[in-house]
């Protein structure tokens, strides 16, 4: 799946997107995607003159896994899902422009509306970025929106 494809199924816009590319896909179960940090970042130019290496920010690595988790719920036939809580969110090195980051999620339960997956992202190997995340479904019926 590309980055045109990943537009028309997540719920948000550019430059909000922070999938590039979905390497594999149990629907229902995981997911492995690719994301690579350019320089031209809108989150870089936001901090242009800073001192030093800018760096991406944490809370978008925690954004990416949760869009590689609402995807793997395509599966689930639900129209939308929305993060709904992080635990245990752990981040070990900075991401810089360069990087080139692996997000991988794993439904490890599920009680809809509420689904809960382990989620990491790596650079070259290395583990940075863990959490386990917390999305909630919604789905439309007779004009109202049912949780």
Do not use: W
């Amino acid at each position: 799946m590309n980055k045109h494809e990943l537009v028309k199924r997540l719920p948000h816009a550019e430059p909000f997107i922070f999938i590039e590319k979905v390497l594999e896909i149990e629907k229902g179960q995981r997911i492995k995607a690719l994301k690579v940090v350019t320089a031209g970042e809108e989150v870089f130019s936001a901090s242009a003159g800073s001192v030093g290496q800018q760096c991406f920010p944490f809370v978008l690595l925690v954004e990416a896994m949760a869009q590689a988790s609402g995807l793997v719920l395509e599966a689930e036939e639900i129209e939308m899902a929305f993060l709904t809580m992080i635990n245990d969110a752990h981040h070990v090195k900075s991401v810089v422009a360069g990087d080139v980051l692996i997000i991988e999620s794993e439904l490890i339960k599920k009680f809809p509306p509420l689904y809960i997956f382990r989620t990491n992202v790596s650079v070259d190997g290395q583990t940075i970025s863990t959490a386990e995340i917390t999305l909630t479904s919604i789905t439309k019926r007779s004009g109202q929106i049912q949780y």
